[in-house]
């Protein structure tokens, strides 16, 4: 039996009796015509033709008439016991490389966030004399530092927009603040956004259901946010960078998490982080200078980590391309192969 799922590829069931949920069809081979391992080969082919047709659109559901009209070559037994074997171990070394590089790019992400954490609650300077910051979550900082409460650095800011002509923002993992027509296909008007907040330029934006998985970011300009969202003018004296970075890693994501409240628990809840809660609490603050001093060492530094992981996915795409192009052209007779 061979299990299949459209949007999952193809994989050969070796385990007990089964059930199977809507997703997912079975296939019954002509074992007299066709090999199953050789078969499964020839289905992961079909669904990477699948994929390649259908164009950026969704995928769409894969019938038994579609799946039984794909033409296919079969190839004598030994020659489809060859192929087969042929295809495990050059796709095994295909699959090492790659996972390989996978691992690369999770240390790299680990790197930088390391990094990121380093710099914004330790400084710059290795030998800086520590002290006990006061905060339980933090520990020491650099003697040099001081430590201020949130509400004497941010000042919330509610003013709703009563036309809705202005820009609509939302807020994306990785992305930041970015025009909500860019990232959606549901399309808003100037009525449904009557009541939005406004956010202006170099404004923290603050996604209160999800602070504490650091969903949150700098307005890069004028426009509107969710009314969930929360919006906080930045004192002058401090870097809007500098906090953002602090925000965002995984030593404030838990702070957030454990200042978060509402009903329910977990991801099923609806925690919020509210106002009054990030307001009361204490964050490190070095002088305006080391702020933008450790902003521009981070900016630096995951530039570079940024450019190697862009080449190192470019990577990880060429061989997965040519993972396929290979299995393409052994059962489809492109290739000869010798033995």
Same mark, same amino acid.
């Given at each position: 039996?061979?299990?299949?799922?459209?949007?999952?590829?193809?994989?050969?069931?070796?385990?007990?009796?089964?059930?199977?949920?809507?997703?997912?069809?079975?296939?019954?081979?002509?074992?007299?015509?066709?090999?199953?391992?050789?078969?499964?080969?020839?289905?992961?082919?079909?669904?990477?033709?699948?994929?390649?047709?259908?164009?950026?659109?969704?995928?769409?559901?894969?019938?038994?008439?579609?799946?039984?009209?794909?033409?296919?070559?079969?190839?004598?037994?030994?020659?489809?016991?060859?192929?087969?074997?042929?295809?495990?171990?050059?796709?095994?070394?295909?699959?090492?490389?790659?996972?390989?590089?996978?691992?690369?790019?999770?240390?790299?992400?680990?790197?930088?966030?390391?990094?990121?954490?380093?710099?914004?609650?330790?400084?710059?300077?290795?030998?800086?004399?520590?002290?006990?910051?006061?905060?339980?979550?933090?520990?020491?900082?650099?003697?040099?530092?001081?430590?201020?409460?949130?509400?004497?650095?941010?000042?919330?800011?509610?003013?709703?927009?009563?036309? %809705? +002509?202005? *820009?609509?923002?939302?807020? =994306?993992?990785?992305? &930041? @603040?970015?025009?909500?027509?860019?990232?959606?296909?549901?399309?808003?008007?100037?009525?449904?956004?009557?009541?939005?907040?406004?956010?202006?330029? %170099? +404004?923290? *934006?603050?996604?209160?259901? =999800?602070?504490?998985? &650091? @969903?949150?970011?700098?307005?890069?300009?004028?426009?509107?946010?969710?009314?969930?969202?929360?919006?906080?003018?930045?004192?002058?004296?401090?870097?809007?960078?500098?906090?953002?970075?602090?925000?965002?890693?995984?030593?404030?994501?838990?702070?957030?998490?454990?200042?978060?409240?509402?009903?329910?628990?977990?991801?099923?809840?609806?925690?919020?982080?509210?106002?009054?809660?990030?307001?009361?609490?204490?964050?490190?603050?070095?002088?305006?200078?080391?702020?933008?001093?450790?902003?521009?060492?981070?900016?630096?530094?995951?530039?570079?980590?940024?450019?190697?992981?862009?080449?190192?996915?470019?990577?990880?795409?060429?061989?997965?391309?040519?993972?396929?192009?290979?299995?393409?052209?052994?059962?489809?007779?492109?290739?000869?192969?010798?033995?």
């Amino acid at each position: 039996l061979i299990s299949w799922a459209a949007s999952l590829g193809v994989s050969r069931w070796l385990g007990e009796e089964s059930w199977l949920n809507q997703h997912i069809f079975k296939v019954e081979i002509d074992r007299a015509r066709v090999r199953d391992d050789y078969f499964v080969w020839l289905a992961n082919w079909f669904m990477a033709e699948l994929e390649r047709d259908k164009h950026g659109s969704t995928m769409q559901h894969l019938t038994a008439d579609a799946f039984g009209g794909f033409p296919v070559l079969l190839p004598p037994f030994p020659v489809q016991e060859y192929l087969a074997n042929y295809l495990d171990r050059e796709t095994c070394q295909i699959d090492k490389l790659v996972a390989a590089k996978e691992k690369v790019l999770a240390l790299m992400d680990e790197k930088r966030r390391a990094l990121i954490t380093h710099a914004v609650t330790r400084g710059l300077n290795p030998k800086a004399p520590l002290r006990n910051s006061g905060i339980p979550w933090l520990g020491q900082i650099p003697r040099h530092w001081e430590t201020k409460r949130s509400k004497w650095i941010f000042t919330e800011r509610d003013e709703r927009s009563t036309k %809705g +002509e202005e *820009v609509l923002l939302s807020l =994306r993992m990785e992305k &930041g @603040l970015v025009p909500h027509n860019d990232v959606s296909e549901k399309q808003t008007t100037p009525e449904e956004l009557i009541g939005y907040k406004k956010t202006s330029v %170099g +404004e923290i *934006v603050i996604n209160r259901m =999800r602070a504490s998985s &650091g @969903l949150i970011a700098i307005t890069p300009q004028e426009g509107l946010v969710s009314p969930d969202y929360a919006v906080f003018r930045v004192s002058s004296d401090v870097s809007p960078n500098y906090f953002s970075y602090l925000f965002t890693t995984e030593l404030l994501q838990g702070v957030f998490r454990s200042e978060s409240t509402g009903l329910g628990t977990g991801s099923s809840g609806f925690l919020r982080l509210y106002s009054e809660n990030f307001l009361s609490l204490w964050f490190p603050s070095p002088h305006i200078d080391e702020q933008r001093a450790i902003v521009d060492y981070i900016e630096t530094e995951t530039g570079k980590l940024d450019a190697l992981r862009a080449a190192t996915e470019r990577t990880v795409a060429l061989l997965r391309e040519r993972r396929a192009a290979l299995i393409a052209a052994v059962v489809t007779g492109q290739i000869q192969i010798r033995g």
